[in-house]
């Protein structure tokens, strides 16, 4: 799954506003995508709450109907090809510090 911080979001709008060289659409995603598993794991140690269990796809079919397979169960890999060759610094690069500075306290 493909994931982005505001702060970072932010600075790929900026970026693409003032770089006259990203003419055309750009991903705005972070560089590294990551599987809902890990994304769970992280999210759990990030709250300090156990992650034993994915949610199963029957259950998740039954909370969100349609929706499920299209946002939940399927998986896309988009990375930002053209802000990486451009030489964009994203801020946060890994799940786990972009989970721990977005829900710091």
Same mark, same amino acid.
Do not use: C, Y
């Given at each position: 799954m493909s994931w982005i911080t505001l702060e970072d979001l932010v *600075?790929?709008?900026?970026?693409?506003?003032?770089?006259?060289?990203?003419?055309?659409?750009?991903?705005?995603v972070a560089p590294r995508p990551v599987t809902?598993?890990?994304?769970?794991?992280?999210?759990?140690r990030v709250l300090g709450r156990p992650t034993i269990f994915a949610v199963p796809a029957f259950a998740a079919r039954l909370a969100f109907?349609?929706?499920?397979?299209?946002?939940?169960?399927?998986?896309?890999?988009? !990375?930002?090809?053209?802000?990486? !060759?451009? *030489?964009?610094?994203?801020?946060?690069? !890994?799940?786990?510090g972009a989970l721990r500075s977005v829900l710091k306290k």
């Open positions: *600075g790929v709008i900026r970026r693409a506003i003032e770089d006259e060289s990203l003419r055309g659409p750009v991903n705005a809902n598993a890990e994304f769970t794991k992280a999210l759990g109907g349609e929706m499920a397979d299209a946002l939940l169960l399927a998986g896309s890999r988009v !990375e930002p090809a053209r802000l990486n !060759e451009a *030489g964009h610094q994203f801020k946060h690069t !890994e799940i786990e």
